[in-house]
């Protein structure tokens, strides 16, 4: 290493060739340029033959200067030119330190502690006066920014620590700002900004505000003491992956991921390995469900912060439940009844069937039995006595005979409602009571029953009764019996007595009832707030909750963000437990950008030195293709005359290195949207909302191209406040209830798309609740159509081409149906040549074409398979629609149309 001041060279016998340029001078100017050709007259050219002896021309002096100025850019690029920033010595100013402590710092916390100190001391020997900026909002109220002695902000730094959330950059230059304003700041400061290295929204408005009062040092961990997180995990077949992220990806890493129990034992272990270049890697464990129902937490081996634990909740322990099977006379199975159950139950429960032997060995948390699996076996006693859950299914047997495992005592012979003989009609489900555990789910009307197994009167008391018919007779019961529990629904499990197992009433029932799988106690309101009942501090350890925390209402806690009132931890509803964590799972985890405003970088152990070898040799390499280009414009190779190109491409050459060509940028949204098929979603803030668009379409997609000629590439999200929309030929806009109205540039770009022959699809997925608001329209929706030109609408008519652009549908479900769809009233009169430009509707279309990364659906749709696939049906008409308009509503189709329906 040979070193000129701040400047060192890595290879520095390389510059030796600079001793070379001379003769290289020498050997240019004796090269001559292309010959040109003319046509003379033979005997002209003898007559005027010279005497004198010819000497070579050498090539344009500024064409030997250009070519030398490449060697030497060569020759000092493999030299590994370095450029290391002076030190500051002597400094006068005073000296503001800029302290990132969020969850990112707590690694290398104890590192930025004594550098702070350094600077600290360095002010105070100078008798310099320090300010103190910490970016993370604490439990108080930030104190104010002003200069002080160096004991002052030796005493704030003394009381300091991490938090177990992200930093407020933004918020911390708001409050920079504030005190630049109010004079309690130097104009000119010698800035220290000691960074967790990662990035967040408001690093470059900090670094803007920094760099307008002083230099801007920034100090920050190496990739050793780098922030790691965990990402939420997911449930394999196998048992568990989780994704783990890192800011910093120079060096390749390898770290351990433990799974711990509740009493802190290990339960699992493997490790991460990340390459040269990853930020994100993914880790299986392979677990029985036993092992991983009991797993409390997850935690990154060796790194000490809020972000680096993972803690689970009670949604994650999910219940083995055993279905038992019933055989026919001719050992046929019979498959009916059990496949509603488990079809309700599989996104909560790990399900699987067997014989009464067989499930017993498996030790499940609960047994389901339907009518056809009627068994008396003394075991399911004594399972229950233990700590299990029975949940049971009415049918002809049991209504013929009682028995023991019942919660009440039943009448023989059933209940028939609407029969020939009987003036009563099909009954309906009351609202569920407070003190039942289904109590804030609303009841479907479309769920009736036509039969049931009736409970004597002395029996069914008030505790025992969850769920009643409009008659007042019980629908839903259950008891407490030893230290397990006995549900009976008074109807089968299947379709025969009712429509409850086809409605999306009858899933979020079982998922109350699976809640007492695991020994729980028969409370689950719907309604609330959730409280801290354990927080994570700043190394990841779960303590008391500061005093900051509040409670977070039922509704919001899914999408809730960790802050100093609502930080990470352990929280309460009733007897359910949840758990909510530092990474959300649209979290990212990146380094913070080298490209910020006048930063000089530095890194723990010193000042981080700049590279110039690959410019240098990229500056190199494009300045011989200039030299290629030159030298075929005085060849006469280029169509400009000689000299002129020689010119131009000389002057195109000089540019890059007098400047930089402000050119105009090529909008990413832009380049990706019109490159493709793309369809479109409408960001609404709610990330499982989105992702479950994302899904949605994504499920759409795959059918189009399975079924059609149509290809669409991935979804895309737009949002009609910065993105152009006329990209997209089918936009589905989710609408929620709290929707904000549109902007003025946003509607007008909307009704721009909607007139130029766009389709949104308006979803406001509430068709299983849409009754509660009594006719009144979904408040939503009024926010959004009001800043848009949308003409009268009218039911979809039964004759519209949305019924047969591909498939012939009259109907049109989602995860729900029964609502009508809405199109324009008279699309004719539109600017469109007759199609519609909206389609609204509240069925959660979405839902039910979602898939996940294995292409397998992700949610449960209230009439099944069947329901699911009409909903595919019904998005690839709209998606022909939106691609070909009218085109079926064109009278040759009529003979086809009416061949295929019969008639």
């Known amino acids: 290493m040979f070193g000129l001041g701040p400047l060192s060279f890595g290879a520095p016998l ?6 070379a340029l001379p003769a290289l001078w020498l050997l240019l100017r004796a090269t001559p340029p292309a010959p040109k050709r003319a046509i003379f007259p033979p005997l002209r050219l003898l007559l ?108 704030l730094l003394e009381s300091a620590r991490p938090q177990a959330w992200p930093v407020d950059r933004s918020s911390a230059a708001e409050r920079l700002e504030d005190a630049i304003s109010q004079d309690a700041l130097a104009d000119d400061l010698a800035i220290t900004w000691l960074s967790d290295g990662t990035d ?20 920050e961990p190496d990739a050793g003491r780098s922030a790691y997180a965990l990402a939420p995990p997911e449930v394999t077949t196998d048992g568990l992956a989780v994704d783990v992220l890192r800011s910093m990806r120079e060096l390749p890493a390898t770290i351990g991921i433990v799974a711990l129990g509740s009493d802190g034992r290990a339960i699992a272990r493997a490790d991460a390995g990340f390459a040269g270049d990853e930020g994100r890697t993914r880790v299986e464990m392979s677990l029985p469900l036993d092992l991983r129902n009991r797993i409390a937490s997850i935690r990154i081996e060796g790194r000490s912060s809020a972000a680096s634990v993972r803690l689970m909740g009670d949604r994650w322990r999910r219940p083995r439940v055993g279905l038992i099977e019933a055989t026919s006379e001719d050992g046929q199975p019979l498959l009916s009844d059990l496949h509603y159950v488990e079809s ?24 389901v039995m339907v009518d056809d699996a009627r068994t008396d076996d003394e075991r399911i006693g004594e399972f229950v006595a233990n700590g299990g859950l029975l949940l049971r299914f009415a049918g002809p047997r049991l209504a013929a005979r009682g028995d023991e495992l019942l919660p009440v005592d039943l009448r023989e012979g059933g209940r028939l409602f609407g029969g020939a003989l009987n003036w009563e009609e099909p009954q309906r489900i009351v609202g569920f009571s407070l003190d039942s555990p289904f109590a804030g789910l609303p009841t479907d009307p479309t769920a009736t029953v036509d039969r049931q197994v009736l409970a004597q009167p002395g029996t069914a008391t008030p505790d ?145 030195p700049i590279l110039f070898q690959t410019p240098l040799l990229v500056i190199a390499l494009v300045m011989m293709i200039l030299d290629v280009l030159i030298a075929l414009g005085l060849a006469g190779r280029l169509p400009l005359p000689g000299r002129a190109a020689a010119a131009v491409v000389l002057a195109f050459a000089l540019v890059p290195l007098a400047g930089r060509l402000e050119a105009q940028e090529v909008d990413p949204f832009v380049l990706e949207a019109s490159l493709d098929l793309h369809f479109g979603y409408v960001e609404t803030g709610d990330s499982n909302l989105d992702n479950r668009s994302r899904q949605g379409l994504i499920g759409l997609a795959n059918e189009l191209t399975r079924r059609t000629a149509i290809e669409p590439a991935n979804p895309m999200a737009v949002d009609p406040e910065q993105h152009e929309l006329i990209f997209f030929p089918m936009i589905y806009w989710p609408i ?168």
Do not use: C
């Not at 032997?357 to 948390?365: D, S």
């Open 464 to 608: 025992r009764v969850w769920a009643r018919l409009e008659d007042g007779t019980p629908l839903v019961t259950a008891q407490r019996r030893g230290r397990g529990w006995i549900v009976l629904f008074h109807v089968t499990a299947g379709p025969t007595w009712s429509d409850l197992p086809l409605s999306g009433l009858f899933p979020r029932m079982l998922e109350r009832v699976m809640g007492l799988a695991q020994n729980g106690e028969a409370t689950g309101p719907a309604t609330g707030a959730w409280v801290v009942d354990q927080a994570l501090d700043w190394q990841g350890q779960l303590t008391s909750p500061p005093s900051t925390a509040r409670p977070v209402p039922a509704e919001i806690f899914e999408t809730a963000v960790v802050s100093p009132s609502v930080p990470a931890g352990l929280y309460r509803l009733g007897t359910g437990s949840a758990a909510l964590n530092v990474i959300a799972a649209d979290t990212t985890v990146e380094a913070l950008p080298r490209d910020l405003p006048s930063v000089i970088y530095q890194g723990f152990d010193g000042i981080r």
């Open 344 to 367: 309700a139950i599989n996104p909560i429960s790990t399900p699987s069937r067997g014989t009464l032997e067989e499930l017993l060995e498996e030790e499940p948390a609960a047994l």
């Open 736 to 903: 929620i209830d709290d929707a904000q109205p549109l902007s003025e540039e946003a509607s007008a770009r909307v009704s721009t798309y909607l007139q130029s022959g766009g389709l949104i699809i308006f979803d406001t997925q509430d068709a299983d609740v849409s009754m509660l608001r009594a006719g009144e329209p979904h408040r939503g929706l009024v926010t959004v159509l009001e800043s848009i030109d949308v003409p009268p609408l009218a039911r979809i008519p039964g004759d519209h081409v949305l019924t047969r652009s591909f498939y012939l549908l009259q109907e049109f479900p989602g995860r729900f149906g029964g609502d009508p769809v809405w199109v324009e009233a008279n699309p004719d009169g539109a600017s469109r040549d007759g199609t519609s430009g909206v389609v609204i509707g509240a069925h959660d279309w979405a839902a039910a074409w979602a898939v996940d990364e294995n292409g397998r659906p992700v949610a449960t749709v209230d009439g099944g398979e069947r329901q699911r696939e009409l909903s595919l049906r019904f998005g690839i008409n709209i998606a022909m629609y939106a691609l070909t308009g009218n085109y079926k509503a064109d009278q040759v189709h009529i003979p086809d149309i009416l061949e295929r329906l019969g008639q």
């Open 200 to 219: 967040s929204s408001g690093a470059r408005a900090l670094a803007d505000t920094l760099n307008d009062i002083g230099t801007v040092r920034l100090i």
């Open 14 to 19: 390389a510059l030796a060739g600079l001793l």
């Open 48 to 155: 005027g033959a010279p005497d004198d002896t010819e000497t070579p021309h050498h090539a344009p002096w500024w064409l030997i200067l250009f070519r030398l100025l490449i060697a030497s850019l060569i020759i000092i690029g493999l030299s590994r030119p370095i450029w290391t920033p002076p030190a500051v010595e002597d400094e006068e100013r005073p000296a503001l330190i800029v302290v990132d402590n969020g969850w990112a710092a707590a690694n290398s916390w104890p590192e930025t502690e004594r550098r702070a100190e350094l600077l600290i001391s360095d002010a105070e020997r100078d008798n310099r006066l320090v300010a103190l900026l910490f970016t993370a909002p604490g439990e108080t109220a930030p104190a104010p920014i002003r200069l002080d002695s160096a004991d002052t902000a030796r005493r």
